[in-house]
C-alpha cells in the first residue's frame, strides 16, 4: 500500500519513529525542528512547511518521491536542458 493522503504520510512517520526508537522530541532534536512539528506532521496536519518534512524524513530514511502521467517527459526536458540545448523556459 502506497501513502494515498496526508494522515498516511503521517503514519509512515510514525511508524518509523517508533521502529527507529525515538520519542517525538529525540526525532525533532536530531532533524533539527521543533517537537510540535513532529506531532503536527504525524498527526496529518496539512500546513507543516516541506522543509520541515524533508527534514524529518532525512533522520527517517524515508524517499519523498514525485510521480505522475508526466515525469517521463520532464526527466527528458531536464536531461536535454542539462546539455545546453539552449531553449529557455517556454
Known amino acids: 500500500m ?3 493522503h496526508v ?6 512517520i510514525r511508524f ?3 521502529q527507529s526508537g525515538l520519542s517525538q522530541r ?8 521543533g517537537k510540535t512539528a513532529v506531532f503536527d506532521l504525524e498527526k496529518g496536519k496539512t500546513s ?6 524533508t527534514k524529518v524524513c532525512r533522520v527517517l530514511n524515508i524517499r519523498l518521491l514525485l510521480d505522475s502521467p508526466l515525469m517521463e517527459q520532464w526527466q527528458a526536458q531536464q536531461q536535454g536542458d542539462s546539455q545546453g540545448n539552449g531553449e529557455g523556459d517556454t
Do not use: N, S
Open 2 to 4: 502506497e501513502p494515498q
Open 7 to 12: 494522515q498516511d504520510i503521517g503514519a509512515v
Open 16 to 18: 518509523h519513529r517508533k
Open 26 to 33: 529525540g526525532l525533532a532534536d536530531m532533524a533539527g525542528v
Open 48 to 53: 507543516v512547511r516541506l522543509d520541515t518534512l
